[in-house]
């Protein structure tokens, strides 16, 4: 972008322009004002702070650009001035998705996304509470790590992922039949098998494969990509089993967290229900090593994918069951106007992962015991 419109009479040697490096401390609001202030398109403004390195202005008087570069470092953007038209080399482009650790303070994580963003505060907590927490999308490296920096330690978990270099995951949502027929059958013909007739049908999916795939059914609006080192898993263990050889007690205890003296609780269980939970949330990116780990030793363990499965609470005690129906009813897992039964009861909606550990906490909140379920139908 050039500025001003007229550049003053400078030598054309002597002309500089004027380079974003980094967003630092800004926010989009901050670069809409910047943009504003100095008669720029705003979205271009916008997508210069937040692909950096990129050139913001050129052609500009030198002094002119150096003060500009002070007050907008000022601001908290990381800017410099470079001779006129050298070349600032376009950063691979990122996209990522924040994965919730701590609901209980789930409100610190959405306010600062907000603020770094410019979503509202509405907007920013569904972001957070749709699986699988998508937040950016085609933003510079220094982009992720300034959002990094102003999200609240241990509360989210943030993935970046360089979209030509993932691998990719096809979510079919619920649609027609002949669309579904259309999806299903184009997976096929690449030689796999679908993995469902809804939901995610396919994973582990190439850059190419998976965008050719997407713009052939792009306008049913049916099918989406979803980067696989955006999804969890739960690892369960598998009986029967009569004892546990010393190699798998110690792996029980040291990746599972199992306690050597639970570990007999562990076995009996098995010979009851023959499953039992060890990990939640596993990434995609460890699960591999986790899987070949148990093999190792001998133990039948299965993987999951839990990031779009949906859940309902058991509701066993609440010390104000009015204020906790009204909070139900807010949280639309319960319908307005029905009574609760008798407790314990079950939540009437099933919700995602991220939004019923929400309401769990929500629920504790109010001095109520909650506990997740998985929804099956």
């Known amino acids: 972008m050039t500025w001003p419109a007229s550049p003053p009479a400078t ?17 989009p609001a901050l ?7 100095l008669g720029l398109p705003v979205e271009a403004v916008v997508r210069s702070v937040y692909r950096a390195p990129a050139t913001l202005l050129q052609r500009v008087a030198p002094e002119l650009a150096e003060r500009l570069c002070e007050l907008l470092n000022a601001t908290g953007l990381e800017v410099q001035t470079v001779p006129e038209g050298q070349a600032v080399e376009a950063p691979p482009l990122w996209d990522a998705a924040a994965h919730v650790l701590d609901a209980h303070r789930l409100p610190e994580a959405a306010e600062a996304l907000a ?13 957070l509470l749709t699986p699988p927490g998508v937040v950016l999308g085609g933003v510079s490296a220094a982009s992720i790590e300034a959002l990094k920096a102003s999200l609240p330690e241990g509360v989210v978990e943030l993935v970046a992922v360089l979209p030509q270099d993932s691998r990719y995951a096809l979510h079919l949502l619920p649609c027609a039949e002949m669309v579904a027929r259309g999806v299903l059958e184009d997976v096929r013909k ?26 052939r059914h792009s306008r049913t609006g049916a099918l989406r990509l979803i980067h696989t080192a955006f999804l969890r898993y739960t690892v369960s263990l598998h009986g029967p089993l009569q004892a546990f050889s010393p190699a798998q007690a110690a792996l029980l205890t040291e990746r599972a967290g199992v306690p050597a ?4 609780n562990v076995l009996a269980a098995l010979q009851d229900v023959q499953t039992i939970g060890l990990h939640e949330d596993v990434p995609h990116a460890e699960l591999p090593e986790l899987m070949v780990a148990y093999a190792g030793v001998g133990l039948n363990v299965q993987a999951d994918l839990s990031t779009f499965k949906r859940y309902t609470l058991e509701l066993a005690q609440a010390s104000d069951p009015a204020a906790a129906q009204r909070l139900l009813v807010q949280q639309a897992a319960w319908p307005a106007g029905q009574p609760l039964p008798s407790l314990p009861c079950h939540t009437a909606e099933p919700l995602s992962r991220p939004r019923a550990r929400q309401l769990q906490a929500l629920l504790d909140g109010l001095g109520c015991d909650a506990y997740l379920e998985e929804h099956h139908g």
Do not use: Y
């Open 261 to 264: 003296e639970m570990l007999p």
């Open 11 to 27: 030598p054309e040697a002597a002309l500089r322009d004027v380079v974003v490096r980094s967003v630092g401390r800004a926010t």
């Open 115 to 127: 603020r770094f963003t410019g979503l509202s505060l509405a907007a920013a907590q569904e972001a």
């Open 31 to 37: 670069a809409a004002a910047v943009g504003k202030g």
């Open 190 to 215: 690449l030689g796999l098998e679908p993995l469902a007739r809804e939901g995610i049908i396919a994973i582990d999916l190439a850059h190419q494969t998976a965008q050719a795939l997407w713009q």
